[in-house]
């Protein structure tokens, strides 16, 4: 590992920890936009929010849109692998990416896989795991998540 990986990782490392343990939510934000992720504006991140990841290999990409609230104890796995394990030859790698659409709320104890998108203004159930994308303007539960119900932008904004 290189100088610049190893300074890389620590305050990537670092940044996290200020992120988790900021009782501010504008410094929670600051720290992960410091990270490298994509915030947009009016978000609640909860100060117990976990993001998994190798703070320098195969970090992931996480987009949050505007006014997304993320109840907490919510994971978002951007990454995840088998190392050396002679099971990564039947495990399959996705996309390290999490895409979180405007208006979307993402319920306490939820839990999104890497390569997922939560559409605009979907509702993400409690405990729910989300294994695929959600559609705009759907409510999700469930383990794995499944439709739930469809909301017209009307209700959505009522």
């Avoid at 988790?20 to 490298?36: D, F, S, T, V």
């Avoid at 990841?53 to 195969?58: A, G, I, P, R």
């Avoid at 039947?90 to 979307?104: K, L, M, P, S």
Wanted: glycine share 8%; aromatic share 6%; with cysteine.
């Amino acid at each position: 590992m290189t100088i610049k990986n190893s300074y890389t990782r620590c305050r990537n490392a670092f940044l996290y920890k200020v992120m988790q343990r900021m009782p501010y939510n504008r410094m929670r934000i600051w720290a992960l936009r410091k990270q490298g992720y994509s915030v947009g504006e009016n978000v609640y991140l909860p100060s117990d929010i976990c993001i998994p990841h190798n703070f320098v290999y195969k970090r992931g990409t996480l987009t949050i849109g505007d006014r997304v609230s993320i109840a907490p104890r919510v994971t978002l796995i951007l990454s995840s692998h088998s190392n050396a394990s002679s099971a990564s030859k039947h495990v399959t790698h996705h996309d390290n990416t999490i895409t979180i659409g405007n208006d979307a709320w993402i319920g306490a104890g939820a839990i999104i896989l890497n390569g997922v998108t939560i559409g605009e203004g979907a509702i993400v159930g409690c405990g729910s795991v989300v294994i695929r994308d959600v559609e705009p303007h759907t409510i999700v539960g469930g383990n794995p998540a499944k439709e739930i119900k469809k909301i017209t932008p009307d209700e959505h904004t009522n």
